[in-house]
């Protein structure tokens, strides 16, 4: 439970990448694109007489290993050399330890501390328990939270720095598909800080308001334009 105690920050990185000009996964026909129509309101509400925990559980789980694998494709691609922040759009994020020590880390590192903290909390039956009687801890919520906030930043990553090999692999449908479901579930939930994820409102717009979407949650893109040049530390 010592990843309770980290955390991470960003701020401005005070430059303006090359792929800041044009963001290729804007492209409308890039942005159309998805492995399935489904009316995805539908798979994000609480069925009926299943428990919140445990729907947020199961959903969790099932985000952070399709993220880990959706990462996995463009791994090679992600380096110490080719990344050397962890940056989406003009904001850097930075991991801090259990005891509150700023890290300084390259995008990879800055996955697997994500990967491997997330790993240990979902495979902690203590905090996850599956066993049956086995009660989740008060702070699973906020738990939760703290864990779609780091997938968060790795699928913005992806879409920043990798989008065109996740193109080259004909993987961006399931890359959108995989981003919308996220995001809707979030919403639904009220699992991401709408200033959270302000750095990727432009593309939320456009996909979470796309026909056969469907709206829902609290609309945690509202007022985004703009933003996400002015992003403050936290």
């Known amino acids: 439970?010592?990843?309770?105690?980290?955390?991470?920050?960003?701020?401005?990185?005070?430059?303006?990448?090359?792929?800041?000009?044009?963001?290729?996964?804007?492209?409308?026909?890039?942005?159309?694109?998805?492995?399935?129509?489904?009316?995805?309101?539908?798979?994000?509400?609480?069925?009926?007489?299943?428990?919140?925990?445990?729907?947020?559980?199961?959903?969790?789980?099932?985000?952070?290993?399709?993220?880990?694998?959706?990462?996995?494709?463009?791994?090679?691609?992600?380096?110490?050399?080719?990344?050397?922040?962890?940056?989406?759009?003009?904001?850097?994020?930075?991991?801090?330890?259990?005891?509150?020590?700023?890290?300084?880390?390259?995008?990879?590192?800055?996955?697997?501390?994500?990967?491997?903290?997330?790993?240990?909390?979902?495979?902690?039956e203590d905090v996850f328990p599956t066993k049956y009687g086995r009660e989740f801890p008060s702070s699973f919520e906020s738990l939760v939270k703290k864990i779609c906030k780091y997938l968060f930043h790795v699928l913005g990553h992806i879409y920043w720095a990798h989008f065109k090999e996740t193109l080259a692999l004909e993987l961006h449908g399931h890359l959108n598909t995989l981003y919308i479901h996220f995001i809707l579930f979030a919403r639904e939930f009220n699992l991401l800080d709408p200033k959270e994820t302000a750095v990727m409102d432009d593309l939320t717009e456009v996909l979470c308001s796309s026909p056969g979407v469907g709206a829902t949650g609290d609309g945690a893109s509202n007022g985004a334009t703009g933003s996400q040049n002015h992003v403050k530390e936290r």
Not at 39 to 60: C, G, H, M, Q, Y
Not at 91 to 102: A, F, H, S, V
């Open 1 to 124: 439970m010592d990843w309770l105690m980290g955390k991470s920050k960003a701020k401005p990185n005070g430059k303006k990448p090359a792929a800041e000009e044009k963001k290729v996964y804007l492209e409308p026909e890039h942005t159309k694109s998805r492995i399935t129509d489904f009316e995805f309101k539908e798979l994000v509400v609480l069925p009926r007489e299943i428990d919140l925990n445990e729907w947020l559980a199961s959903n969790t789980t099932t985000f952070f290993h399709h993220i880990n694998l959706q990462y996995s494709t463009i791994s090679e691609f992600c380096t110490g050399e080719t990344c050397q922040t962890m940056a989406v759009c003009n904001t850097q994020y930075y991991w801090y330890d259990e005891r509150g020590k700023k890290v300084k880390c390259t995008a990879p590192q800055y996955v697997d501390f994500v990967m491997s903290s997330v790993q240990k909390l979902v495979t902690d």
